[in-house]
């Protein structure tokens, strides 16, 4: 895939197909809401270093609330857990608990673009790291896999807790 | 019909608040001791990682890991349950400088000796079958019909149940005047699970790599997830009426003996018999440990930091490293009597300054500068070359009580020691730990001014 930047991320969000706009993921290059491939808001590996509204993952750690919200946390500090959001990720509690954090963070991203009344289109389905020695494919249909967040990001990706069903390895 | 037994007099309602201050004391006591044994578990061990006693080994590692750290969450809302009926009633519930100042350490206000006839005394210590009793002894669920103690108890159980009766005794007009600076309900002020309560079905598959083409990969995840704490089991509640300190009450007594006194398995803590009690989660795991010529009992050490002896001291590690783990040690002591700190000055704040205060700042507090700082101190690679002996193989913490010279100096002494460390031993306090110490929020809170945090965008 092209990396190639061709418009600055105005909106800061949390992860793959959830871009409100055109151009707005990490690499530029989507055609349109909810297409993007990754997230625009600054990485990060845990609960409360989001820095500012709708910049939160969710999953790991957190209120009930906030698990089920991924992505659309209130404001700074607020959001749930580590962003970009894995595809392994299932929240630990809340009514979202042991199910995909990333389906949840895309259904609510699709509920704030239709009382937006905005359209959107669907999220990558596979994607590659762009690179030349790495020839998978990887399935982004539920979300980016960690493997592919490990390597298309700079200082690869880790989440967090000390279980390891982070599914991004873990931070102690 | 029997009479109603008269209000408590103004005496008896300080007496009351006393003993709801030593049921505080005593759910704080363990957390320490919990958190050390907990800390003393590598939950992904690489013991013999290719056969199946490797897998056996690490399996139960991650488990153990995932219950005590459900259990230690659990006393921390009880702690907090106490200190709202305390609040509730008039009393000020006090944190800082309550937990044990030195282990081994009796409970508070317990019973000094135990059935055999010798004394109680709870110690930080590794996992192994002998921690594991001492917790049961922790957990013991009372006798049915044991009466109610007030002062020298033999159960918490037995304890609860005195409390729970003088409670009923209190003039219900007491209840509504002090709810604001309570711990608020539906603040999220306590989640009853998360990453670290969690843990695998089989550790083997945590290792694994994950396939980059499953269809459902949270599906694979959701399959190997065990839960420990359930999100009905009780939760934080602000103390309106005596029905609620009643039911909070219970929710303590429950979680940890059991739903039913008469249950001889104290498996359930609820009518549902859909979480399991403290006492009957740690049985399970003393009952895997103590098996006689199991893999988990012949192997244990190799999933457990070598370096969490029993009871350290200050002293100690300092007599090893020949005084330079002091800042270490210091830092580790300071930040948990900081979180001390922030949870009382909690109970003077409302609304959204009491969340901010406590639920931002305990949860970075917690979770993301004294469980890492900790994380970060087990290994011996964390330090400089000469650091310890040439056996040196990291530090454990050792939960010594730290006294700031003031509360308005506190943050300040706190930031300072951070600076240091570091500066000395920048693997243990890294950029990341060192940034989220100065972003805590000053525990001096002149009245009216808001509260305060560092930068967002520095982090």
């Known amino acids: 895939m092209s990396t190639a930047k061709t418009t600055p991320p105005l ?162 | 019909m029997a009479a109603k037994k008269p209000f408590l007099t103004p005496a008896e309602v300080t007496a009351l608040q006393a003993h709801l201050q030593t049921a505080l004391d005593v759910e704080l006591s363990t957390v320490p001791i919990y958190l050390y044994t907990y800390y003393s578990i590598n939950r992904s061990p690489s013991w013999d990682d290719d056969a199946k006693a490797g897998d056996t080994l690490a399996t139960f590692a991650n488990k153990a890991g995932g219950v005590i750290m459900s259990v230690a969450v659990e006393e921390m809302l009880h702690m907090s349950l106490a200190a709202n009926i305390l609040r509730a009633i008039g009393g000020k519930p006090k944190v800082y400088g309550r937990s044990p100042a030195t282990f081994p350490t009796n409970l508070p206000h317990h019973k000094k000796l135990g059935p055999d006839g010798t004394p109680y005394s709870f110690g930080l210590s590794k996992l192994s079958a002998d921690q594991l009793e001492k917790f049961l002894e922790i957990e013991q669920p009372e006798q049915p019909g044991g009466p109610q103690e007030g002062n020298n108890w033999q159960t918490l159980g037995q304890f609860y149940d005195y409390v729970t009766e003088q409670i009923k005794r209190v003039n219900p007009d007491v209840f509504a005047r002090h709810a604001g600076t309570q711990l608020q309900e539906a603040s999220g002020y306590y989640a009853p699970n998360n990453v670290d309560t969690i843990y695998p079905k089989n550790a083997f598959w945590v290792k694994k790599s994950k396939s980059p083409t499953a269809a459902h990969p949270s599906a694979e995840t959701a399959k190997q997830a065990q839960f420990t704490n359930n999100q009905d089991s009780g939760n934080i509640r602000v103390i309106r009426t005596i029905d609620d300190a009643i039911k909070a009450m219970t929710i303590i007594k429950h979680q940890g003996e059991g739903y039913a006194v008469t249950d001889p398995r104290h498996e359930g803590d609820d009518k549902q018999d859909n979480e399991d009690s403290h006492w009957y989660r740690f049985n399970v795991l003393h009952q895997a440990c103590s098996r006689k010529g199991s893999v988990i009992r012949t192997h244990l050490d190799h999933a457990l930091f070598s370096c969490f002896v029993a009871n350290p001291t200050r002293q100690m590690w300092s007599t090893e490293t020949r005084g330079a783990s002091d800042p270490v040690i210091d830092l580790v002591n300071a930040v948990y009597a900081y979180l001390l700190l922030m949870t009382e000055v909690s109970y003077t704040l409302q609304g959204p300054a009491q969340h901010t205060f406590f639920y931002i700042g305990m949860h970075k507090g917690m979770i993301f500068v004294l469980d890492k700082l900790i994380g970060n101190m087990r290994y011996g690679s964390s330090y400089p070359a000469g650091f310890g002996s040439t056996a040196f193989q990291g530090l454990a913490p050792t939960f010594e009580s730290y006294r700031f010279s003031s509360r308005q100096n506190a943050r300040s002494e706190l930031t300072a020691l951070a600076d240091q460390v570091h500066a000395s031993v920048p693997q243990v306090c890294d950029a990341n730990i060192w940034q989220r110490i100065h972003d805590l929020p000053d525990v001096h809170v002149p009245t009216g001014s808001p509260i305060t945090f560092g930068s967002p965008t520095s982090l």
């Open chain 1, 11 to 172: 909106e800061l969000h949390a992860c793959l197909g959830l871009n409100a706009c055109k151009g707005h993921d990490r690499f530029g290059t989507n055609t349109c809401a909810g297409m993007g491939a990754c997230a625009t808001s600054q990485a990060h590996s845990c609960h409360t270093l989001n820095n500012c509204r709708g910049q939160g993952g969710c999953g790991l750690y957190g209120t009930a609330e906030e698990q089920n919200r991924p992505g659309n946390n209130p404001c700074a500090w607020q959001g749930s857990c580590a962003v970009p959001i894995n595809a392994e990720r299932i929240s630990t509690d809340g009514s979202n608990q042991g199910r995909s954090v990333w389906m949840r963070a895309r259904a609510v991203f699709e509920e704030r673009m239709q009382q937006a009344q905005r359209t959107f289109g669907e999220p990558p389905q596979q994607l590659t790291t762009g690179v030349v020695t790495d020839t998978t494919v990887y399935n982004t249909a539920e979300g980016p896999p960690a493997a592919w967040l490990d390597a298309t990001m700079p200082g690869g990706y880790t989440a967090c807790g000390a279980s390891g069903l982070s599914g991004g390895g873990s931070c102690i």
